[in-house]
């Protein structure tokens, strides 16, 4: 029996893997890193991201609250080992060591790295001021005036947080992830560390961090974590796989709206 769960579940993650296997192509070529050629560039592409790494965040914060328990008096809660894997990505997501000392979540981290590269962080620090004084996430998008990209972008996340079903969750976490940035994405800060000194250490801190979490454990993590949740049930597979697809097409869109960004930029340059 034991042999032929762990059969139907490599069948599954096979399946899964090939689904979305066009998308994440899509992605990992798109034309968005051949755009990204200055440091305003990539101040652009940080100021829209970012709320990427706080979604990310969010889908995480979601799962820990269906998954385990969170609420006086304990209780124990959802799979064990899912509990295990949920906790163990939280340890690492919101509180990991910093090169220098302490700790800090990737979102902290991040905004640290758009201060240093000289991005302007006031839209999102608006944001979650207004998340903070009890908005909603839809009226805390609309009154910071996020860009339309990152409105779509959000809103996506937080239908599929909405609906509640922890396997869509986890599937839309795990496969909508920062592996997801090419090689070629951090020779471009390597690159530009170079010409300026200083700039982009704590971001090529952040991506070296990140990814290597994701690649090496993480991601396993969220892969073993998606099949406990599906159980085996056709249905739950299925709707994890639909989960993935539309988590990576909207990370596409958003690519396609950073790229518009950008090139309004250039334009702005010419015209002044």
């Excluded at 396997?167 to 530009?192: C, K, W």
């Excluded at 085996?232 to 796989?241: K, M, N, V």
């Amino acid at each position: 029996m034991l042999n032929s769960n762990k059969t139907e579940t490599n069948g599954f993650q096979e399946s899964l893997t090939a689904a979305i296997a066009a998308e994440r192509r899509a992605l990992l070529e798109h034309r968005l890193y051949g755009r990204l050629q200055t440091l305003e560039h990539l101040a652009v592409f940080m100021e829209h991201h970012v709320f990427a790494v706080w979604d990310f965040m969010s889908l995480l914060k979601a799962l820990q609250v269906h998954q385990t328990c969170v609420s006086v008096p304990w209780q124990p809660q959802g799979n064990a080992q899912v509990r295990r894997l949920v906790n163990e990505i939280v340890l690492g997501e919101e509180s990991d060591l910093l090169p220098e000392g302490g700790v800090a979540s990737h979102f902290e981290l991040y905004l640290r790295a758009m201060r240093q590269a000289g991005a302007d962080t006031a839209q999102v620090e608006h944001f979650i001021a207004l998340l903070q004084s009890g908005q909603p996430v839809a009226a805390a998008l609309e009154q910071a005036g996020v860009p339309a990209a990152v409105g779509a972008f959000v809103r996506h996340t937080f239908e599929v947080i909405g609906r509640g079903r922890a396997h869509e969750i986890a599937s839309a976490f795990t496969y909508g992830r920062e592996d997801l940035i090419p090689e070629m994405f951090t020779q471009l800060v390597n690159g530009l560390e170079r010409q300026f000194p200083g700039k982009l250490a704590t971001l090529r801190y952040y991506l070296d961090r990140h990814i290597e979490l994701d690649g090496e454990e993480h991601g396993e993590m969220g892969r073993q974590m998606v099949s406990l949740l599906c159980e085996g049930d056709p249905r739950r597979e299925q709707e994890s796989t639909q989960a993935a697809v539309a988590a990576l097409q909207s990370r596409i869109l958003l690519w396609d709206g950073i790229v518009l960004a950008v090139e309004h930029v250039d334009e702005s340059e010419l015209i002044g």
